[in-house]
Structure formats: structure tokens, C-alpha cells
């Protein structure tokens, strides 16, 4: 799984790094503001879906994944319609945009609705599988745009062809998954309202997963978003590593919960690896990179360093979601509420920050993982009162 969710985080930032070394800073920057478009289009396709295939496949229910997958495939066409306008929009203001954004609205049915395949092989420990098919996806996308950058094709044209074949290796991983054939479970309305509970809930971190990009872009420039995605995706290397790492403990976060005094030993370890790889990775955007990437290195240090923080934020909230005792509210209720005072913070960043605004923006990344603990402590203490303490895994 560490595999897998490498390929995806290190593809975009080798193309991004390689639109920003071939078409300049700003060619970077319009890439890591279309993914942030098509990934608030993606928010309709019910994206927690995931989560309901996991906890009920290892509960050993069958006939999950059908039922989702329709209940998916109708809500990107609410994406798609909002996306064909903001491409026309983006045509009538002369914004070259327009046509990737046109191309992965009009894909989006099959694009993120078919990803599916990874939460049931996840569920059947099938890490393997996922990491070969991430691999062999991810390697081809990088592959294509380093070849159509150096045959020089212009940058909207790589974009559109990168959601096309996007969308293809989805379509055919899902081919290949056999749940997809089994008959829709009697209980798969109550299978879709989980997912459109959760996922509602789940639009408030996706908007802020976004959110820095977006207001960064609109204040600050492509140039600075484009300086600003080199950091963030420098910085979260690392990061990637936790969630595909935890996924393996999926099964046992269904039975059991974590062990507080685990968690803060891992904080301590994971805390220091993160301080540590901060201040060598200097040496890598000076003598790598190359200087004129080294105002991303603040960016970049102050996102590594809050890997324990980062951690022990996303075990919580992970547990709060699979454990078999907990309620969708917790989870719920800890998006909102974090997601909101998260973006309040960023705009105030960006507006009052001066010259350390995009310092500002990274720090975002290790107090929304602080705030989402606080929140789930008391929700839990309030809505679940009788809970088992932590278990160790």
C-alpha cells in the first residue's frame, strides 16, 4: 500500500515539477489548479463511498459495491453539468482552461465512480493488486506527459489527454473487480444513505483540501500557486506514506480502538523522523531542484515537520469512522466543524499574511490535524459516553 500511494502523490509532483522545468512556473500552477477543479467536481460522485465498501465487506456482507456505484455514477452527472458551465465560463473569459476542465467534466461518470475496485481489494487485503495497479497507472500518466512535453505539445492539450487516459485505467480496474457483478444487497438503500451521509460530511475537507490552492491562484498568481505546489507536494511525501500504512489495520479498526500510550510513543518517533528530514531536505531544493525553487522549502519544511501530528490525527479519525461502536455523526460533525475554522484561518492567511502568506497556508496542513483530535475527543466523550477504552493493535 506505501507503493501504491506513492505513485499517486510522487506522479503529481514529478509532472508538476516537470510542466514548471519545460513551460515555466505557471504551467505548474495551472496543473495543481485543475486537479483542485476536477477533484470539487468529484465531490458529487459520493467519494466516502470507500469507507462503506470497507466496513461492510469486512463485516462480510456481499452485494455492497453495486448499489454505491449506481448511487455514484448518478451523482457525477450532477458534476458533470457544473462542470460543462465552468468550462464555458472559463471560455468566455478567454481562460485557456476551458477545454481540460470540459474533458474531465464530461469523463467524470467514469472516472471516479469505477475507483471502487481499490476499497474492495483493500477489504480483501489485496494490497499487492492495488499497488500494481497504481504503478502501472500512474508511471504511464508520467511517462505521457514527460513524452508530450518533450515533443512539445501545449500544456491544455497534455492536460485533456491525461483525463482520458485517467479515466480508461479506471474503467478497466473496475472490469476486473468481481464484486462489481454481484446482485445489489437488500440493504442497499441503507447502504447508500450511510455513504451520502458521510460523504456530505466529507465535502467540507475536500473544499479545504482545495480550498489553499484555489485562493492562492486567485490572489496571489499561477506563479506563486505553481512555487506554492512544489512545497506543499514536497513536503507531503512522507505524509502519504500514513494512510496507505493504516490500511492494513482497516479490519482491526472495525473491532478495536487504538491504545492511547502507542499513539504518543508513535507521536514522539514520527515527530522527530519529521523535524529531521525538514532540515536535510534544504539540501535537496538547493542542490536539486535547483535555486530557484528554494522559497518552497519553508513550505515544504513546515508540512513534514507535523508528521507525527499527522498521524496520530489521522488514526483518530480513522477509528472514529471504521470502529464497529461508533456513530457517522462524530465523523461527521469533526469535518464540518474543522473544515470551516481551517478555511476561515486560510483566508486570513492569505489576506493579512505580507510576505510569509504561503508559510501561513502550509501551516494549515498540521492544525487541521489538530483541530479534527480536539473535536472527535469531546464529540466522543459527548455521543459516546460508554465507549471500551483503546485497545492495542
Request: overall charge positive.
Amino acid at each position: 500500500m506505501l507503493i501504491s500511494s506513492l505513485s499517486h502523490g510522487v506522479s503529481n509532483y514529478i509532472i508538476i515539477i516537470l510542466l514548471a522545468k519545460f513551460y515555466g512556473l505557471a504551467a505548474g500552477g495551472q496543473f495543481r489548479l485543475l486537479l483542485s477543479i476536477v477533484s470539487l467536481l468529484s465531490i458529487f460522485t459520493l467519494l466516502d463511498s470507500g469507507k462503506v465498501v470497507i466496513r461492510h465487506l469486512v463485516m462480510q456482507r456481499p452485494g455492497v459495491v453495486r448499489p454505491l456505484l449506481v448511487a455514484r455514477v448518478l451523482g457525477a452527472f450532477a458534476g458533470l453539468g457544473i462542470g460543462v458551465v465552468a468550462a464555458t465560463v472559463f471560455h468566455w473569459k478567454g481562460d485557456e482552461l476551458w477545454l481540460p476542465v470540459l474533458m474531465a467534466s464530461l469523463l467524470l461518470p467514469v472516472t471516479y465512480p469505477p475507483d471502487l475496485y481499490a476499497q474492495v481489494n483493500q477489504a480483501k487485503k489485496q494490497f499487492r493488486l492495488n499497488a500494481l495497479y497504481n504503478v502501472a497507472r500512474y508511471s504511464t500518466l508520467t511517462l505521457l506527459v514527460l513524452v508530450l512535453a518533450l515533443r512539445w505539445f501545449d500544456v491544455m492539450s497534455i492536460f485533456a489527454i491525461y483525463f482520458i487516459v485517467f479515466a480508461a485505467f479506471n474503467i478497466f480496474y473496475l472490469v476486473l473487480c468481481q464484486e462489481a457483478y454481484e446482485p445489489s444487497n437488500p440493504d442497499g438503500k441503507v447502504f447508500v444513505k450511510e455513504t451520502v451521509q458521510l460523504s456530505g460530511s466529507g465535502v467540507f475537507p475536500i473544499i479545504l483540501e482545495n480550498a489553499d490552492k484555489i485562493m492562492i491562484s486567485y490572489f496571489l498568481g499561477l506563479e506563486a500557486l505553481g512555487l506554492y505546489a512544489i512545497g506543499v507536494s514536497t513536503g507531503k511525501i512522507l505524509l502519504n506514506l500514513i494512510k496507505p500504512a493504516l490500511t492494513i489495520y482497516f479490519p482491526l479498526l472495525v473491532n478495536r480502538r487504538v491504545d492511547a500510550s502507542i499513539l504518543l510513543r508513535l507521536f514522539v518517533a514520527l515527530s522527530a523522523i519529521g523535524l529531521t528530514t525538514a532540515v536535510l531536505m534544504k539540501y535537496y531544493f538547493a542542490h536539486v531542484l535547483g535555486a530557484e525553487y528554494l522559497n518552497a522549502y519553508p513550505v515544504a519544511a513546515v508540512i513534514v515537520g507535523g508528521l507525527g501530528l499527522y498521524f496520530v490525527g489521522v488514526i483518530s479519525y480513522y477509528s472514529s469512522v471504521y470502529h464497529k461502536d461508533s456513530t457517522i455523526i462524530i465523523p461527521s460533525l469533526t469535518n464540518i466543524i474543522s473544515s470551516l475554522v481551517v478555511a476561515s484561518y486560510l483566508l486570513v492567511a492569505i489576506l493579512w499574511g505580507g510576505e510569509h502568506v504561503l508559510l501561513l497556508c502550509a501551516a494549515s496542513y498540521p492544525l487541521r490535524e489538530l483541530i479534527k483530535m480536539s473535536i472527535i475527543a469531546i464529540l466522543s466523550r459527548k455521543v459516546e459516553p460508554n465507549a471500551k477504552p483503546g485497545v492495542v493493535l
